[in-house]
């Protein structure tokens, strides 16, 4: 590890390992606060032009939209000629995918009060011309204060204003329909993906289903959306509402991140701009 890297935290345990590189627990020498320090081997992508431009785009996009509460947030970065180190926030291993594992359903205000810090983040990006691309409970962690934290920007992207992307990225359950299509899309492919998350809180299963990859995306592409009375009977209208909105196929009609936040269902709970207080 870097000299400078050393100097300024105290580098300890392993807690993680990926196809690159570690994950370290570390402390700052100056605050003593915990925090993750990711060491990334770069001689192992160095051959790898994709993977090795992935890598910039996600430490450069990590800066651009670092700083909101409900993202995680870089505090220093370390190069040398073999290593590439990433200080981080430590938020453990608590994401949304284990707790909706946890139980069958999330009653309206559950879910409410992921929604509201997870749109924020997504609203957060979006107004930075950044595109998370790859939004799956997998990515929203919970730090030790139980606080929303939007990671991954590995597959993230820019655009300007009105501009568009391309390239099939993302997670097979959540990626919107335009871009299993293979054309171009916009930002709100980001809202799409979380309202298949808002939709598996309050059903407990998909919207879209298949036994493998091609059916989930042949099924994602009809995008024949349905509410079965027997598990949303007694979900609000504003709630399918909403839904249908954020799962809309024509991107255009489509609700944006901002408009999301506004919409009644996100009002109806009375909760305020939230980072706490999420279900446990």
């Not at 993750?36 to 032009?49: E, M």
Request: aromatic share 8%; net charge neutral; hydrophobic share 40%.
């Amino acid at each position: 590890m870097t000299e400078a890297l050393k100097r300024e935290y105290k580098v300890s345990d392993e807690i993680g390992r990926g196809k690159y590189g570690v994950v370290y627990r570390c402390h700052s020498a100056a605050t003593g606060h915990c925090h993750a320090v990711k060491s990334i081997d770069k001689r192992l992508i160095q051959n790898d032009a994709v993977d090795s431009q992935c890598l910039r785009n996600e430490t450069e996009l990590m800066q651009l939209v670092s700083g909101h509460p409900n993202i995680l947030r870089v505090f220093d970065i370390y190069e040398d000629s073999e290593f590439l180190h990433i200080v981080v926030e430590y938020c453990g291993s608590n994401d949304l995918y284990e707790r909706i594992s946890a139980r069958p359903v999330f009653s309206e205000s559950d879910a409410r009060r992921v929604m509201i810090p997870l749109m924020e983040a997504i609203a957060h990006c979006h107004s930075r011309g950044v595109a998370h691309r790859d939004i799956k409970p997998d990515n929203i962690l919970f730090n030790n204060y139980n606080e929303l934290k939007l990671v991954d920007f590995g597959s993230a992207e820019c655009f300007r204003k009105g501009g568009l992307m391309s390239g099939i990225v993302g997670t097979p359950y959540y990626v919107a329909p335009e871009v299993v299509a293979g054309r171009e899309y916009n930002e709100k492919v980001d809202v799409w993906s979380a309202g298949v998350i808002l939709y598996i809180m309050l059903s407990g299963f998909p919207p879209f289903y298949g036994e493998s990859a091609k059916d989930i995306f042949e099924a994602v592409l009809r995008a024949n959306l349905r509410f079965p009375r027997s598990v949303f009977g007694s979900v609000s209208s504003e709630a399918k509402d909403l839904i249908r909105r954020m799962l809309c196929k024509d991107a255009s009609r489509r609700l944006s991140a901002d408009q999301v936040l506004r919409h009644p269902w996100m009002k109806s709970g009375g909760e305020s701009r939230s980072q706490g207080a999420l279900l446990g």
